[in-house]
Antibody
């Protein structure tokens, strides 16, 4: 069974940077598409971005609010995905979840979720 | 970007009742790549339904999904105490992936 363990959250000042990590205990990490989803305090879920597996091109997609500021990368040798967050804003505050995607009826959806990590951006 | 609108915002119901939640898309969802997630307070979201109507592994059969194109529904045939939660739909057919705003199912 897939287990995702996240680390790297915390308090950062507006304009600062933070890197989140997520390690996947599953056996097929190198073939998995990984994504990040966030949740502002008391609000709903917001998709942040996705990184495809290298066999599938290794490309990334990002939501408009984070494009150009956030970067998703991976190190398949240690089954870890990263979310590098730069130029942070107060509205980036929230819980960040990494997810492992699986085939969902032909498409790819977030089947497994990490425990979440809190990012607080102070203004 | 596909905007998903969930209704109602909140439902107040009693255990044993039947629940129908709606998710409407601003444009057709590619290949009906529509998922439903459940999130309980303080917990991580859990995948319930994918492909509009397929139950994820381990999900009880009281949960069912239906719909196509722009209109989708999640039905809980008989509410159990553990089903009181917030439910989100998500389309994963086109980038950017998007979530609906959620429907809260609370105890009446």
């Amino acid at each position: 069974e897939v287990q995702l363990v996240q680390s790297g959250g915390g308090l950062v000042k507006s304009g600062g940077s933070l890197r989140l990590s997520c390690t996947d205990s599953g056996l097929t990490f190198s073939k998995s598409w990984m994504s990040w989803v966030r949740q502002a305090p008391g609000k709903g879920l917001e998709w942040v971005g996705r990184l495809k597996s290298k066999p599938d091109g290794g490309t990334t997609d990002y939501a408009a609010p984070v494009k150009g500021r956030f970067t998703i990368s991976r190190d398949d040798s240690i089954s870890t995905v990263y979310l590098q967050m730069n130029s942070l804003k107060a509205e980036d505050t929230g819980i960040y979840y990494c997810t492992t995607e699986r085939s969902c009826g032909g498409g790819s959806c977030s089947a497994y979720w990490g425990q979440g990590t809190l990012v607080t951006v102070s203004s | 970007e596909i905007v998903l609108t969930q209704s109602p915002g909140t439902l107040s119901l009693s255990p044993g009742e039947r629940v129908t939640l709606s998710c409407r898309a601003s444009q057709s969802v590619t290949s009906n790549y529509l998922a439903w997630f459940q999130q309980k307070p303080g917990q991580v979201p859990r995948l319930l339904i994918y492909g509009a109507s397929s139950r994820a592994t381990g999900i009880p059969d009281r949960f069912s999904g239906s719909g196509s194109g722009t209109d989708f529904t999640l039905t809980i045939s008989r509410l159990e105490p553990e089903d009181f939660a917030v439910y989100y739909c998500q389309q994963y057919g086109s980038s950017p992936l998007t979530f609906g705003g959620g429907t809260k199912v609370e105890i009446k």
